[in-house]
């Protein structure tokens, strides 16, 4: 059962990473809302949630609620080039989600409940109360508990899935690569502590993972990510930035995806030679395997972790053989936040989404005239500067 269901979730990522972004968006959509519903059950109490009808209700509001902030900046530009008429609001997004969330504050307040008057007075008779001599406030304890729970879940998994979302607009490939990079690298860790393992790497919280596993899967995960950044920079599917939902893809090829000769530090000549051509995103992708090795497995330990202190195997039993959507994606979040922060900072660190061509006509669009006139004079004073020809408003090169 596990091997039939691995295949699926491979298949299903495969097309989805054909289709594109579109497709991508309900996946990571979906997975976020199977994993916030898993981690909001792990302190839910049946026996209390009876009583208590906000209480399951008001998660999945706020869950609503953080979406549409997040979806609404994220997707912003493709949102208004595609259906131009949703600009007034997507302006105004993060007044209306703050509206909401008030609204379920409000609500949550308003549904506080007093003490259970059954539950007290048993307890009273067994001599339950508090240090002041007085009864513990049953079911006020617990909607504060939840409600922190809450604000847990939609910061784990909703707002850190959301970077994911971000980074594919950029371009598919940075969904793409370091997903796969992910998985490779539980895949190696597998067969290379299965192979040579020896030595436990956190024996309290994964007592099967080995320094071995974690080392070797480094090093193949590696070569993996070098080769199929590479692949991927060939296809424009993968490279351009969404800016239409109803128009095909295509863009100028970035100087990210072209190769480029790099020098050869002196001392590694007799090794490496004095170049070497590589494209800028196989660089990236070192940085990427890198952490998909030695960072996220963390976010694995992590859970493993939380799982102990709730008395859990798995999460859920969605994906049988797997457990749940959490036991998946827990390395994956850590990795979502990670790309989002590299890409923003080493891949477009001169304009962050403005760099892309496609982002950047969308950006000069929402000036007015006298700034664009203005911006067209400064592009204009440089492109002189560089020796630049214009004539009739055409820059000739």
Not at 34 to 41: D, G, N
Not at 73 to 94: A, K
Not at 138 to 163: D, K, P
Request: charge should be positive.
């Amino acid at each position: 059962m596990r091997t039939i269901f691995t295949f699926v979730m491979a298949v299903t990522f495969l097309v989805t990473q054909y289709v594109g972004q579109t497709l991508g968006i309900i996946l990571v959509l979906t997975c976020q809302v199977l994993m916030f519903r898993e981690i909001m059950r792990i302190a839910r109490r049946r026996s209390l949630e009876e009583a208590l009808p906000v209480n399951k209700t008001l998660p999945y509001y706020m869950l609503i609620v953080v979406n549409i902030l997040l979806v609404s900046s994220t997707m912003r530009v493709p949102l208004v080039r595609t259906w131009p008429g949703m600009e007034y609001f997507l302006e105004r997004s993060s007044f209306v989600a703050f509206t909401l969330y008030m609204f379920g504050l409000i609500a949550f307040v308003l549904s506080l409940k007093p003490i259970d008057i059954l539950s007290t007075k048993l307890r009273l008779k067994r001599g339950s109360t508090t240090s002041q001599g007085k009864p513990k406030q049953i079911y006020f304890r617990y909607q504060f508990n939840q409600f922190g729970w809450l604000h847990m879940g939609l910061l784990a998994i909703v707002a850190s899935s959301s970077f994911f979302l971000n980074t594919m607009m950029e371009g598919m490939i940075w969904f793409t690569l370091p997903v796969s990079c992910v998985i490779h690298n539980d895949s190696w860790a597998y067969a290379c502590g299965k192979l040579f393992g020896r030595n436990p790497l956190v024996p309290t919280l994964s007592p099967r993972k080995t320094w071995e596993g974690f080392l070797g899967a480094w090093f193949f995960t590696t070569l993996w990510a070098v080769w199929f950044a590479g692949f991927l920079s060939n296809q424009k599917r993968f490279i351009c930035p969404k800016v239409h939902f109803l128009s095909p893809i295509d863009c100028d090829v970035s100087s990210t995806f072209i190769t480029t000769t790099y020098d050869v530090p002196e001392l590694l000549w007799a090794y490496f030679g004095k170049t070497f051509d590589a494209k800028p995103v196989q660089l990236h992708a070192v940085a990427f395997a890198a952490f998909a090795s030695l960072g996220a497995p963390f976010g694995g330990f992590f859970a493993s972790g939380l799982k102990r202190a709730f008395n859990l195997d798995d999460f859920g039993d969605l994906i049988p053989g797997h457990g749940g959507m959490v036991d998946r994606m827990d390395c994956q979040l850590l990795m979502a936040l990670f790309v989002y922060c590299y890409v923003s900072n080493f891949v477009y660190e001169r304009g962050g989404i403005c760099a892309a061509v496609g982002m950047m006509q969308y950006c000069v669009s929402r000036l007015n005239v006298a700034e664009q006139v203005s911006l067209f004079n400064e592009l204009s004073s440089e492109l002189r500067s560089a020796g630049v020809v214009i004539r009739d408003g055409v820059a000739i090169v």
